[in-house]
């Protein structure tokens, strides 16, 4: 098992940037695959999005074409932390993001059998 928390949400200005953060503890020692998700305020569970991906290595890394060229995932294995630099942020950003741990690279949502709460982002206009 493992359990991961979400920080850094918070509102912003269309065009500004937040950094999202995920601690993750448990089982630390599997090789997870990470994943940002989200969830627009409405939207029903099964509708969430896939934002990005990483491997564990850090080598590979995937992203959702709304958000190619804005958001960049990374992770520090030694740290145990998974992080989200959103840049150039719109309206249409605004949901509840989520921290996503699995065991295959994708960018499927139901892939993913770990997650955290969930941190709002809103993006006014």
């Known amino acids: 098992q493992v359990q991961l928390v979400e920080s850094g949400g918070g509102l912003v200005q269309a065009g500004g940037s937040l950094r999202l953060s995920c601690a993750v503890s448990g089982r630390t020692s599997n090789s997870y695959t990470m994943a940002w998700l989200r969830q627009a305020q409405g939207k029903e569970r099964e509708f969430r999005e896939f934002v990005a991906a990483i491997t564990w290595s850090g080598g590979s890394t995937q992203y959702a074409t709304s958000v190619k060229g804005r958001f960049t995932i990374s992770r520090d294995n030694a740290k145990n932390t998974v992080s989200l630099q959103m840049n150039s942020l719109k309206p249409e950003d605004t949901a509840v993001y989520y921290c996503?741990?699995?065991?295959?690279?994708?960018?499927?949502?139901?892939?993913?059998?770990?997650w955290g709460q969930g941190t709002q982002v809103t993006v006014s206009s």
């Open positions: 996503a741990a699995g065991f295959v690279f994708t960018n499927s949502p139901g892939r993913y059998p770990y």
